[in-house]
Structures are given as C-alpha cells and as structure tokens.
Antibody, heavy 120, light 110 residues
Framework: EVQLVESGGGLVKPGGSLRLSCVAS????????MNWVRQAPGKGLEWVSS????????NYADSVKGRFTITRDNAQNSLHLQMNSLRAEDTAMYYC?????????????WGQGTLVTVSS | QSVMTQPPSVSGAPGQRVTVSCTGG?????????VHWYQQLPGSAPKLLIY???NRPSGVPDRFSGSKSGTSASLAITGLQAEDEADYYC???????????FGTGTGVTV
C-alpha cells in the first residue's frame, strides 16, 4: 500500500523558517510528480507547489513564490518543502500528495499531513 | 480566493440524489483541462473520488459520477448514504496561474 508520511511541522514565529519532509514507500517514487497541498484551519484546499519526477519542472502558488522551495531526493524516496519568511497566513495542515500520472491527472495518494502554526 | 466556485453546502435525505457544481473559467475548465473530485471526511485527509471528469479509482462506489460542460463541472451522488457526509472539492489546472486550482469546497449533509 502506498504510504506518504509527513514530518517537520510545528510552531514557528512570524519571519521564521521550517523544513517539511515526506517519506514515500511502496511505490516507485522516482517515477511520479509530487506536490504539497495545504489547508488552513476550517478552510479549503490550496495547492502550494509541484515538482516533476526528475525535478526538471517546479511550480509554486503565487502566495508562496520566493519564500518556499520544493525539492526531492529520489535516492531517499523523500520530498521536502523549505519554508522561509513564514507568515500567519501560512498556518495550515500541509499534505504531501502524489500525482496519479503525469500532468493534470489527479492526486491519487495523500499523506495524513503535518501541522504548521505561525504565531508569536 | 479560488478561481473555481462551489456552493458552500448541499443536503439530501438518505437514498436521494444530490449534485455539487463547480464553476470555473476560460483558463481552467473552459480551456479543456480535466476536472477531478475529492472527498474529505471529517478529520481525514482528502481522497481522490473522480479523475478525468468521470472515472472512478478502484473502490469508489458507482453511486458517484461526474460530468463537465464548458466552464462547469458537476459531481452527482445517487442513493445518498450517511457515510457520504463530507466535504467535496473539485480540482483542475489553470493556465493563467500555471498551477493546480481547487474549488472552494462543498459540504454535503445527509
């Protein structure tokens, strides 16, 4: 069974940094595009960033562009999100999400999420 | 704010049919990009319910179906059951944003 396990969330002050990680198992990680999707408390889903299987294509939502960096390590089956200059509005549950196939094909597997709280 | 709009809530009695609409624009649904639907049960991560407008992943009951026309899409749930009470989100790609977009979400009450 495909597993995606996030870690690295926590409480951080505005302006601070945090690095989220996601470890994947039970599938060929190096063959799939991956994403981070977040959900603020009581709010809807917001796509944050995507990275292609070989890291050649990377996209960010305008709300995080210039502050967040997505990377992956196919040898370690891991996905990361470096978050800098954090703001209160970045407070959310962050999900590690696999694309079903290349491109806009749907996100077929989601982790359970890691909670990021930005507050002084 | 999302570029794809859904009604905040819909409700129906057990056994009834309900539909959830998703209204996009010329840079997402109207541009021909596929629409997908997710179900989020209370306290859980979202789950892919429908992909590519009207395809169900293995294990999803055929009570769930999707459709798309122009800049809009719909999710239909027939034979509504108590376990269907959840939030539902549409999702597509937006060429003007160069990224994925989710709908605003709809809470279904049984």
């Amino acid at each position: 069974e495909v597993q995606l396990v996030e870690s690295g969330g926590g409480l951080v002050k505005p302006g601070g940094s945090l690095r989220l990680s996601c470890v994947a198992s039970e599938f060929r990680f190096s063959s799939y595009s991956m994403n981070w999707v977040r959900q603020a408390p009581g709010k809807g889903l917001e796509w944050v960033s995507s990275i292609s299987a070989n890291s050649n294509y990377i996209n960010y939502a305008d709300s995080v562009k210039g502050r967040f960096t997505i990377t992956r390590d196919n040898a370690q089956n891991s996905l990361h999100l470096q978050m800098n200059s954090l703001r209160a509005e970045d407070t959310a549950m962050y999900y590690c999400v696999r694309d079903r196939y290349y491109g806009n094909s749907g996100h077929d597997h989601w982790g359970q999420g890691t909670l990021v709280t930005v507050s002084s | 704010q999302s570029v794809m709009t859904q009604p905040p809530s819909v409700s129906g009695a057990p056994g009834q049919r309900v539909t959830v609409s998703c209204t996009g624009g010329s840079s997402n649904l109207g541009a021909g990009y596929d629409v997908h639907w997710y179900q989020q049960l209370p306290g859980s991560a979202p789950k892919l319910l429908i992909y590519g407008t009207n395809n169900r992943p293995s294990g999803v009951p055929d009570r769930f179906s999707g459709s798309k026309s122009g800049t809009s899409a719909s999710l239909a749930i027939t034979g509504l059951q108590a376990e269907d009470e959840a939030d539902y989100y549409c999702q597509s790609y937006d060429s003007s944003l160069s990224g994925y977009v989710f709908g605003t979400g709809t809470g279904v009450t049984v």
